[in-house]
């Protein structure tokens, strides 16, 4: 079924604005891509604006005090002020982009918010998810339509609400498919963020997605206590290091990683405080550091298939150390999302926007190979500059 902004694509693709704000805290992606939720016919322009140390300490807080609360009583007040400042910060970076690209002109945004608290699914009960972000605000200043809270109809469907990526990430792998000309191929999106997920499709049969373990965000929360930066440039304190492998040995007996998927992460189900707190700045980053590529890598082990490519995507893999570990077992398998053509620091922000289109045309955003909801289900809220829906 359909929402009354799918007339936006009667005449076909059209530019949608996408934005992402990851747990990392380090900024807001936006990019443009032309699409009808189907097809991606086109890549426009796109942006990273990193958030202020000031903005980056109010969105801290709310995360914080998220974990205190935990769904118990009231909102902390942290969260209307975070969620004003990220949404005119979100508002800001679009009128940037919008302002120096292409002369691209969009017909509608997908919003994805700030993910502060997320809580899957366990023993029966439905879980819940809390995105930061305000779409009608974003709305009014955008002056176009905005789909946003694309979560909570899945969870609310006793989904896990994530990972939601998966369909964009078949769209780009049946696009590379199609470049090689190869009607057999197996691939991998791995996007390394704050926690690590992947898509993984074989012959454009059912992909195959969740969060496989921590990605950066450990590593950053860990530089950052020791105020020596909001993350490990060229993984000089991880490289100066002792990994323990006795540690890694007892994280990776965790019952998450024995758990089949359909399954997801909280940004701080593995955060460094609770795993590092005693150790050195170095000897924790290192051993940080070796965990996140061994879940990765463990993760690719138990697929039906080893793909021909893993196509590594987001900020994590700018860490060269953790990008060195994962080609020590993959090879020339493992490539940069820039050798394919595509942008890998615009692609979770690209994937809002074509679930945007998804949402405005009734297309399901989510499937029960990849959040383990019971049918494939659409998602997302609408609000136009004059009102909400």
Same mark, same amino acid.
């Given at each position: 079924?359909?929402?009354?902004?799918?007339?936006?694509?009667?005449?076909?693709?059209?530019?949608?604005?996408?934005?992402?704000?990851?747990?990392?805290?380090?900024?807001?992606?936006?990019?443009?891509?032309?699409?009808?939720?189907?097809?991606?016919?086109?890549?426009?322009?796109?942006?990273?604006?990193?958030?202020?140390?000031?903005?980056?300490? &109010? =969105?801290?807080?709310?995360?914080?005090?998220?974990?205190? $609360?935990?769904? /118990? !009583?009231?909102? @902390?007040?942290? #969260?209307?002020?975070?969620?004003?400042?990220?949404?005119?910060?979100?508002?800001?970076?679009?009128?940037?982009?919008?302002?120096?690209?292409?002369?691209?002109?969009?017909?509608?945004?997908?919003?994805?918010?700030?993910?502060?608290?997320?809580?899957?699914?366990?023993?029966?009960?439905?879980?819940?998810?809390?995105?930061?972000?305000?779409?009608?605000?974003?709305?009014?200043?955008?002056?176009?339509?905005?789909?946003?809270?694309?979560?909570?109809?899945?969870?609310?469907?006793?989904?896990?609400?994530?990972?939601?990526?998966?369909?964009?990430?078949?769209?780009?792998?049946?696009?590379?498919?199609?470049?090689?000309?190869?009607?057999?191929?197996?691939?991998? &999106? =791995?996007?390394?963020?704050?926690?690590?997920?992947?898509? $993984?499709?074989? /012959? !454009?049969?059912? @992909?195959?997605? #969740?969060?496989?373990?921590?990605?950066?965000?450990?590593?950053?929360?860990?530089?950052?206590?020791?105020?020596?930066?909001?993350?490990?440039?060229?993984?000089?304190?991880?490289?100066?290091?002792?990994?323990?492998?006795?540690?890694?040995?007892?994280?990776?007996?965790?019952?998450?990683?024995?758990?089949?998927?359909?399954?997801?992460?909280?940004?701080?189900?593995?955060?460094?405080?609770?795993?590092?707190?005693?150790?050195?700045?170095?000897?924790?980053?290192?051993?940080?550091?070796?965990?996140?590529?061994?879940?990765?890598?463990?993760?690719?082990?138990?697929?039906?298939?080893?793909?021909?490519?893993?196509?590594?995507?987001?900020?994590?893999?700018?860490?060269? =150390?953790?990008?060195?570990?994962?080609?020590?077992?993959?090879?020339?398998?493992?490539?940069?999302?820039?050798?394919?053509?595509?942008?890998?620091?615009?692609?979770?922000?690209?994937?809002?926007?074509?679930?945007?289109?998804?949402?405005?045309?009734?297309?399901?955003?989510?499937?029960?190979?990849?959040?383990?909801?019971?049918?494939?289900?659409?998602?997302?809220?609408?609000?136009?500059?004059?009102?909400?829906?």
């Amino acid at each position: 079924m359909s929402s009354d902004l799918a007339h936006l694509f009667k005449s076909g693709p059209q530019w949608v604005l996408g934005f992402m704000s990851g747990t990392s805290l380090d900024g807001v992606d936006v990019a443009l891509i032309k699409t009808d939720g189907q097809i991606i016919e086109e890549f426009g322009s796109w942006i990273t604006i990193s958030y202020t140390d000031d903005q980056r300490k &109010v =969105l801290a807080v709310a995360t914080q005090d998220a974990l205190k $609360w935990n769904w /118990n !009583g009231p909102e @902390p007040k942290s #969260f209307a002020k975070a969620e004003r400042m990220m949404t005119l910060a979100h508002a800001d970076a679009a009128k940037k982009l919008l302002q120096f690209g292409k002369g691209e002109t969009p017909v509608l945004a997908g919003f994805h918010g700030q993910t502060v608290l997320h809580s899957p699914p366990e023993n029966g009960n439905k879980g819940q998810t809390l995105q930061l972000g305000d779409g009608e605000l974003l709305a009014k200043e955008l002056k176009m339509p905005v789909v946003f809270d694309l979560r909570t109809a899945d969870m609310e469907a006793g989904g896990h609400g994530a990972p939601l990526a998966p369909i964009y990430h078949t769209a780009l792998l049946a696009k590379e498919a199609a470049n090689r000309k190869q009607n057999e191929f197996t691939g991998v &999106v =791995l996007n390394l963020g704050g926690v690590a997920n992947f898509t $993984w499709q074989s /012959n !454009g049969g059912a @992909p195959i997605a #969740f969060d496989t373990g921590p990605g950066n965000g450990p590593i950053d929360e860990w530089v950052e206590k020791h105020g020596k930066g909001s993350f490990d440039e060229n993984a000089q304190f991880a490289k100066a290091g002792q990994v323990d492998e006795g540690l890694i040995e007892k994280w990776m007996a965790h019952p998450y990683f024995s758990t089949s998927p359909p399954k997801s992460l909280d940004r701080y189900d593995f955060s460094a405080h609770k795993l590092v707190s005693n150790m050195s700045l170095e000897d924790g980053a290192a051993t940080l550091t070796a965990f996140s590529a061994r879940t990765i890598l463990r993760a690719l082990e138990e697929m039906p298939k080893m793909p021909e490519i893993v196509v590594a995507t987001g900020g994590g893999r700018h860490n060269p =150390l953790i990008m060195q570990y994962l080609r020590d077992e993959l090879g020339d398998a493992l490539i940069d999302a820039g050798e394919v053509g595509w942008r890998g620091d615009a692609i979770e922000a690209e994937a809002f926007a074509y679930l945007a289109a998804r949402s405005a045309v009734g297309l399901p955003i989510s499937f029960p190979e990849t959040t383990g909801v019971a049918e494939p289900k659409t998602g997302g809220r609408f609000a136009t500059p004059t009102r909400r829906k």
